[in-house]
T-cell receptor
Framework: EAQVTQNPRYLITVTGKKLTVTCSQNMNHEYMSWYRQDPGLGLRQIYYSMNVEVTDKGDVPEGYKVSRKEKRNFPLILESPSPNQTSLYFC??????????????FGSGTQLSVL | KQEVTQIPAALSVPEGENLVLNCSFTDSAIYNLQWFRQDPGKGLTSLLLIQSSQREQTSGRLNASLDKSSGRSTLYIAASQPGDSATYLCAAISGTSYDKVIFGPGTSLSVIP
């Protein structure tokens, strides 16, 4: 089954403790991206990647890192999480990218709470 | 800077009604506009994608239109069903050198049996 898989589904951590949220897709997509969703602010793009070893900032990249060492995986790294990063996170992918008129496929989300 | 808004924020209708959801964007330089559905506790599902050169797209009971000049898109749902209850989001894909996706805040739809 074609899908975007995020792990973990729920995560509770403390301020400053490094964490990684994984994202994997099995559709051979070149484009992957991360979003956070907050009440009243909607979905905002954090980072995106057009291909292996190619990443770029979205609207809210501060406090986040990403890497794209292989096509199928695009982990989101919070090296020193803070409470304002408590949010619902989504990973998405498409074959070439949304600007190539392709639909985005989303994972089920990761609910992160930073205490 | 692109901004996307959606009206109404919430909508409750009886089953069987036809309804229209509205999406507005400030920068007409877009590659395309996409409509998504989000169910509670789940990710987003792509419904329709309208390319910047197109005026509308249809899928089953859904029809989406795009008017770039006025910065508007509408999602028309015919003969609504309780299973249509969800949050509907539109997203404008920026027509710049990079792949920027700007979402609207969404419209929460409840279809009452």
């Amino acid at each position: 089954e074609a899908q975007v898989t995020q792990n973990p589904r729920y995560l509770i951590t403390v301020t400053g403790k490094k964490l990684t949220v994984t994202c994997s897709q099995n559709m051979n997509h070149e484009y992957m991206s991360w979003y956070r969703q907050d009440p009243g602010l909607g979905l905002r793009q954090i980072y995106y990647s057009m291909n292996v070893e190619v990443t770029d900032k979205g609207d809210v990249p501060e406090g986040y890192k990403v890497s794209r060492k292989e096509k199928r995986n695009f982990p989101l790294i919070l090296e020193s999480p803070s409470p304002n990063q408590t949010s619902l996170y989504f990973c998405a992918s498409s074959f070439l990218g949304a600007s190539f008129n392709e639909k985005l496929f989303f994972g089920s989300g990761t609910q992160l709470s930073v205490l | 800077k692109q901004e996307v808004t959606q009206i109404p924020a919430a909508l409750s209708v009886p089953e069987g009604e036809n309804l229209v959801l509205n999406c507005s964007f400030t920068d007409s330089a877009i590659y395309n506009l996409q409509w998504f559905r989000q169910d509670p506790g789940k990710g987003l599902t792509s419904l329709l994608l309208i390319q910047s050169s197109q005026r509308e797209q249809t899928s089953g009971r859904l029809n989406a239109s795009l008017d770039k000049s006025s910065g508007r898109s509408t999602l028309y749902i015919a003969a609504s069903q309780p299973g249509d209850s969800a949050t509907y989001l539109c997203a404008a894909i920026s027509g710049t050198s990079y792949d920027k996706v700007i979402f609207g805040p969404g419209t929460s739809l409840s279809v009452i049996p």
